[in-house]
């Protein structure tokens, strides 16, 4: 079965830390994407990718990075986090997009 | 940029009635995909429904939408709402070729008993 798990599945830092959100799907799927969930704003994407190697910059990439080190795993960074990035985080494999069951981090 | 419109935040509906979901839609491509994601409380969004034909009806799960590319639509529909169907939905396009997926706001449908 298809499947795309998330890492942590909370995570709570303080303003300006150092988070590594991890992504690993085991569908076999070229392309991966990171995208947080806010009320009122739905799913915004943030980096995507369609390789190892590979980076697309997304619609709200300010203050991230990510990183595709084999076909299988996708990450995103927060280098200097801000309560702003306070969000549900979502990542994704094609085909039609399948999510994993999300990271929800809280920046202090 | 390519973009999708959910006018609504919130719909409120009694079990048994018909429901309507809409999603309008700006995009620059020439071939499209569109999609309903539903995700029910604490877990991840899941494709409901998809198409790329106009004038095409699609259904499934009881629901039904039809891509009109005239109007730039591609409302959700259910003739009789369930307190299972609760749960937010959205409505998104990707251009096909291209596989950035653009999503709308969202619009959290609440069946009421």
């Known amino acids: 079965e298809a499947a795309v798990t998330q890492s942590p599945r909370n995570k709570v830092t303080v303003t300006g830390g150092n988070v590594t959100l991890s992504c690993r799907q085991t569908n076999s799927h070229n392309y991966m994407y990171w995208y947080r969930q806010d009320t009122g704003h739905g799913l915004r994407l943030i980096h995507y990718?369609?390789?190892?190697?590979?980076?697309q910059i997304g619609d709200v990439p300010d203050g991230y990075k990510a990183t595709r080190t084999t076909q299988e795993d996708f990450f995103l960074l927060l280098e200097l986090a801000s309560p702003s990035q306070t969000s549900l985080y979502f990542c994704?494999?094609?085909?039609?997009?399948?999510f994993g069951h999300g990271t929800k981090l809280s920046v202090l | 940029g390519d973009s999708v419109t959910q006018t609504e935040g919130l719909v409120t509906v009694t079990e048994g009635l018909p429901v309507k979901l809409n999603c309008t839609y700006q995009?620059?491509?020439?071939?499209?995909?569109f999609f309903w994601y539903v995700q029910y409380l604490n877990e991840a969004p899941q494709v409901l429904l998809k198409s790329s034909t106009d004038n095409k009806r699609t259904e499934h799960q009881g629901f039904h939408a039809t891509l009109h590319k005239s109007s730039s639509s591609f409302h959700l529909q259910k003739s009789s709402a369930q307190l299972s169907d609760s749960a937010l939905y959205y409505c998104?396009?990707?251009?096909?070729?291209?596989?950035?997926?653009?999503f709308g706001a969202g619009t959290r449908l609440k069946v009421i008993a």
């Open positions: 994704a494999s094609s085909d039609d997009i399948f």
């Open positions: 998104a396009l990707s251009g096909t070729g291209n596989y950035k997926y653009v």
């Open positions: 995009t620059t491509y020439l071939t499209i995909a």
């Open positions: 990718s369609y390789g190892a190697g590979n980076l």
